[in-house]
């Protein structure tokens, strides 16, 4: 699985093992919101799941640029890394916080200095060569509890800054100045694009198994036959809207219209908000036939909202024009947001197929609009 007839580059076989990391942190971080999670436990899923997806990420990049020069065992550290911030998140709350971080600061590092060991950098990756992200974290091996945790969200938003703000020329004038000897690796868009819909179709199936295994605990009726299709179609139509009408496993985004940086968390904020839908159909199984609490109307709403919002937000940058944009996305979290406020007495089978009604609605049009809408 390296190359095509047409000579295309596809994932590696060591690519494919590195993401299994992905599968077990991913489902590791779901369960951070399992129950009825408050949104300290939200706040908390959400820096851990950019942290888990970052250190990914840059692997994931380093892999594509390298091609068949990537080093095995950088990769194999950069994964055994990623495993222990997976194994990490269970016990976060009580004494595996540190370990999560040392975890993240040994895979970034390590990532680094792979970059250094090849002479180039990334211009459409900037913290592959600015990382002051990293400080707060290094701070917050001696903090405990909540100081802890905001330092990683500290980090984290330095890099999200750096990943917005920092264009590609700014990033070789201060090459020029401090690292003249380093030279700009162009990336492959097609094989990034392909591991970042791996990526989606990881969390998808993530969805999936958390549906499985919630309903195979539980007395089957009615209810629960209807939310099983519900479930089910719901992520049918995230899964086409991702990646058959996206890029990048981006909702309703066209290729090659935003450069990589600006791509990449897009892609990250689409998988972390189907990861939390992964928990929410989970936690909703046990409400199928009378009314979900509000922190799983709230998690199951929530999410889909993040991924339309998001879906709006790409369609506007594919030049899809706002009228059309609007058109696309507003009604479905018009509805979704309303629900997630107003539907006390829903049941989670109402809810899930409120969201299926949600989710079609921009996949329907898609179909109606000209071809150059």
């Not at 999200?160 to 090459?175: C, D, H, I, Q, W």
């Not at 868009?189 to 990526?199: D, N, S, Y």
Request: aromatic share 10%.
């Amino acid at each position: 699985m390296t190359d095509s007839m047409e000579g295309e580059r596809h994932a590696s076989w060591l690519e494919l093992f590195f993401d299994l990391t992905a599968v077990a942190g991913v489902a590791q971080l779901a369960h951070l919101l399992h129950g009825s999670p408050g949104w300290n436990d939200v706040a908390l899923y959400a820096v851990m799941f950019l942290a888990f997806w970052t250190g990914w990420m840059l692997f994931t990049v380093y892999g594509n640029v390298s091609g068949d020069e990537a080093r095995t065992w950088t990769v194999l550290a950069g994964m055994f890394g990623m495993a222990v911030m997976a194994a990490s998140v269970h016990g976060v709350r009580e004494d595996r916080a540190g370990a999560f971080a040392l975890a993240y600061i040994l895979v970034r590092s390590l990532a680094g200095k792979a970059w250094e060991r090849r002479g180039e950098y990334v211009p459409d990756l900037p913290i592959t060569q600015l990382g002051m992200g990293l400080t707060p974290w290094i701070v917050s091996m001696w903090f405990d509890g909540t100081a802890r945790y905001a330092l990683w969200a500290l980090g984290l938003a330095i890099d999200l800054a750096v990943m917005f703000a920092v264009s590609g020329k700014r990033l070789e004038a201060r090459r020029r100045r401090t690292a003249p000897g380093l030279v700009a690796a162009p990336m492959d868009a097609p094989h990034l694009g392909e591991r970042l819909g791996l990526f989606q179709l990881i969390v998808l199936g993530e969805a999936i198994a958390q549906v499985v295994a919630s309903t195979s605990e539980v007395e089957w009726d009615a209810a629960l036959y209807g939310f099983g299709v519900a479930a089910f179609l719901l992520l049918l139509l995230l899964w086409s809207l991702s990646l058959r009408h996206g890029a990048d496993g981006v909702p309703l985004l066209a290729w090659d219209v935003l450069p990589v940086r600006l791509v990449l968390p897009l892609h990250c904020f689409v998988a972390g908000s189907v990861a939390a839908l992964a928990a929410a159909l989970g936690n909703a199984v046990e409400f199928t036939d009378h009314p979900a609490p509000e922190p799983v109307r709230w998690l199951l709403c929530g999410s889909l909202a993040v991924y339309l919002a998001i879906a709006g937000v790409a369609a506007l940058a594919s030049a899809r024009g706002t009228g059309t944009a609007v058109l696309l996305v507003g009604p479905s979290l018009a509805v979704v947001l309303l629900a997630g406020a107003l539907a006390h007495e829903a049941a989670a089978v109402q809810l899930t197929w409120l969201l299926v009604l949600a989710a079609a609605w921009p996949r329907v049009l898609l179909g109606r609009l000209p071809a150059d809408a």
